[in-house]
């Protein structure tokens, strides 16, 4: 299928490409947006709650290769709502994101000192840190919701995949 | 065998890689020619071994010892249900890389066990009836025979992606209870999802996939219910698409879509709707038909609309809808019916032949704060469908807005160039003295029922004011016709110029006092009523006595120009009166 899009109003907002007078706003009111962005505010929240409970429990008895494309969808599914992404930039994003939350999870998870992180709060907390650094660094607000719903599969798939192995993948 | 037949799992896996891969920006051109040429090698390579060829029994065996079964030819009919008492050890059934050459079924709700086929090629029919499946992955292989799955359940995860149907699939009345996946595939025949549910657990936001996916045949999602949301992006339907009593319940994704033949939504429920953006253009190119749907809210940004177009009916929510920037071109382009809570944006879309009825669209098309240019075209479309009083209306919105327009734009420098910041000075005052004194109070001859409230209202602030000035007014016989020169109905007679007989009858009470004023100043306004009530003067040059008589100067000579203005405005607003006036004045 040929891809039939088409660019006729570039200087339109778009929601993943930060305007000039946004950016100027957010370093205005940094303070509060890493107030709002604090991993443990968003644990707290009641949209992150649910978001994680209903996509951390739905996914019991998913393998860690479903879990794998479950996460991928997921990415995919918050980037299609709302910004104006093409799909092929759309699934290079997802990659993008996906790349870049694994290796934060690898910092966070996988020093020597600490091998067994296994409890689920600890993950929790471990994965809303790296998610919110994976959204500083590749340009990308996620909603608390966002937040929970990335989460709840990301949780599931640290607790199916060895630690080891999940450490030692590039 | 053929060749392009003997590693179908590899086949199929490239096969998906390729199709992802030829969407990446380029640059990545040298990976894309690495893997088409392991692709071609790996597919086509001469020295390709022959996988074991098993029957069915032995199948049946190697599953129930193992779960497993990997890179075999089954000669026969496989019968999935005959699995139903493998040991419980094994809770999923794993299949890769597997040939079938004869019929695969799976029967009744006996074999609950998840299945995990990849990489397979089925050349007879595969019929899945009535079954319940805590999972079911069929991903990465080809059909060459029909599949059919009716009334089955799958309990958790379903992917169906990567695949490639080479005949007809139905999905009659399957129930996902989770997100289903169907991304990245290819229909070549005719394609059914008929009756069935997805998503029934899922949270609002879990979308079932159908991105990238290339129907070639009629694609029939009739009666189906999506109960979270729904991805369609860069598909394409190369024929009919029917979704006729779809329920879409959270929102689905249409961006980058080609409907190549007619796409049918008659009686769909949709939540969010998104069929496009400035990026993502989605071309319906032949007869696009929403009848009786009903959308939460509506996105055709930029959206070809090629053939008749039919919204009738249609019912937007309180989001609205947006047609910005959409083709709406073909001459049968139909809005009749349409109702929207929300605003109903048309801003630079193109609509020359477009059927709507202000009295149903109107309050929403005004919500979306049109400008100038939409409104003209809407006001040509309504006179063009002969609805005059909706063009009416039409216009007094066009002719605000353009005045709006005109003294919102700013005036040239007075230091740099006096010629041009005059001549825009003096058409901004001329516009403000068309507002106040035509735009304002008649609606730019549009409302005719404004006029008139105006006028009755001037009438009845200036009779009481007149009945509470005191006993100015009285009645006298009117002068005979004979008299000469006699004085006009706001000029003051003189009670002592008064002739004998006739002496005025001033009121007693003050009801009476107002009567007569109600009377007096309808006729100073209107130039109609009786003429027998005078303004009398006791003394003509106590002060107060010439400001009325100023006053009731005034009064006469603003009632004619509210006469003229209630004439102009009648005659434009009155359907009849304009043809009739045409009609005298060639």
Known sequence: MTNHTRSLHHSRPDRYQPDPWVAAAALILLPISVLASDPATIINSQSFNEAFRDYYEALDSYTAKDLEFELSETIDDILSSGSHLTRASLDYRVRQIERALFSQLRKQLCPPSSPNKRDLSELKLSSVQSINKTGSSTGVTFTHEEIGMISGVTVRLLQHKPMEEFCHES | ?586
């Open chain 2, 1 to 586: 065998m053929p060749r392009e037949l003997k590693k179908p799992g590899i086949c199929m896996a490239l096969y998906s890689l390729l199709r992802r891969w030829k969407k990446q920006p380029t640059g990545t051109a040298g990976h894309i020619s690495i893997i088409a040429l392991a692709a071609v090698l790996t597919c086509t390579s001469a020295h390709s071994t022959e996988p074991e060829q098993i029957t069915a029994q032995e199948a049946y065996h190697q599953l129930r010892s193992t779960g497993l079964l990997s890179s075999v030819t089954i000669i026969g009919g496989v019968d999935l249900s005959k699995l139903s008492d493998a040991s419980p050890a094994f809770e999923t059934f794993q299949i890769n890389n597997v040939r079938f050459k004869g019929p695969v079924r799976l029967i009744g709700s006996g074999f609950q066990r998840s299945l995990r086929i990849e990489g397979a090629l089925f050349e007879d029919t595969v019929l899945f009836e009535a079954c319940i499946l805590p999972s079911l992955i069929l991903r990465n292989s080809v059909w060459s025979a029909p599949l059919t799955v009716r009334g089955c359940e799958i309990q958790g995860i379903s992917r169906f992606d990567g695949n490639r149907y080479d005949s007809d699939a139905r999905f009659h009345k399957v129930k996902f209870r989770r997100r289903a996946s169907f991304g990245d595939s290819t229909f070549r025949g005719r394609v059914e999802f008929l009756a069935s549910e997805f998503g029934i657990d899922d949270p609002p936001r879990k979308a079932t996939s159908f991105s990238d996916v290339i129907f070639e045949g009629p694609a029939l999602f009739n009666n189906t219910i999506f109960h979270s949301a729904v991805k369609f992006q860069a598909s394409a339907f190369e024929q009919d698409a029917s979704f006729l009593n779809v329920q879409m319940r959270s929102g689905v994704s249409f961006r980058n879509v080609h409907f190549k033949g007619d796409a049918e939504f008659r009686f769909c429920n949709i939540g969010r709707a998104d069929f496009g953006n400035r990026d993502n253009l989605t071309l319906f190119a032949e007869r696009a038909d929403f009848r009786g749907c009903k959308f939460s809210s509506a996105q055709f940004e930029f959206t070809e609309f090629r053939g008749e177009t039919s919204f009738v009916n249609a019912r937007f929510g309180a989001a609205g809808a947006t047609f910005s920037n959409a083709n709406l071109g073909n001459i049968f382009t139909d809005f009749g019916g349409v109702h929207s809570e929300g605003p109903l944006i048309l801003s630079d879309a193109y609509f020359p032949a477009l059927q709507l009825y202000w009295r149903e669209l109107g309050s929403a098309l005004l919500a979306a704060k049109p400008d100038a240019k939409v409104l003209a075209a809407l006001h040509a479309r309504l006179k063009a469908v002969g609805d005059t009083a909706g063009a009416l209306d039409a216009s007094y919105y066009l002719a605000h807005q353009r005045f709006t327009e005109d003294v919102s734009t700013k005036l040239p420098s007075l230091l740099k160039d006096i010629p041009a910041f005059l001549d825009a000075a003096g058409q901004r005052l001329v516009h403000y003295g068309e507002w106040l004194i035509w735009g304002w109070p008649t609606g730019y001859g549009t409302k005719l029922g404004r006029i008139t409230l105006i006028a009755l209202t001037c009438w009845l602030i200036s009779a009481i004011a007149v009945a509470a000035g005191g006993r100015l007014l009285a009645r006298v016989t009117p002068p005979a016709d004979s008299e000469s020169n006699p004085p006009k109905g706001y000029e003051p007679l003189p009670l002592e110029e008064l002739p004998e007989g006739r002496e005025p009858e001033f009121p007693a009470s003050w009801a009476a006092r107002l009567y007569l004023a109600l009377g007096f100043t309808f006729r100073l306004l209107f130039k109609v009523g009786a003429d027998n009530i005078r303004y009398i003067t006791r003394d003509p040059n106590i002060a107060s006595h010439t400001r009325w008589q100023t006053g009731f100067r005034i009064l006469w000579h603003f009632g004619s120009g509210l006469l003229l203005l209630l004439t102009l405005t009648l005659a434009n607003s009155s359907p009849m009166i304009s043809r009739l006036i045409g009609e005298l004045v060639p």
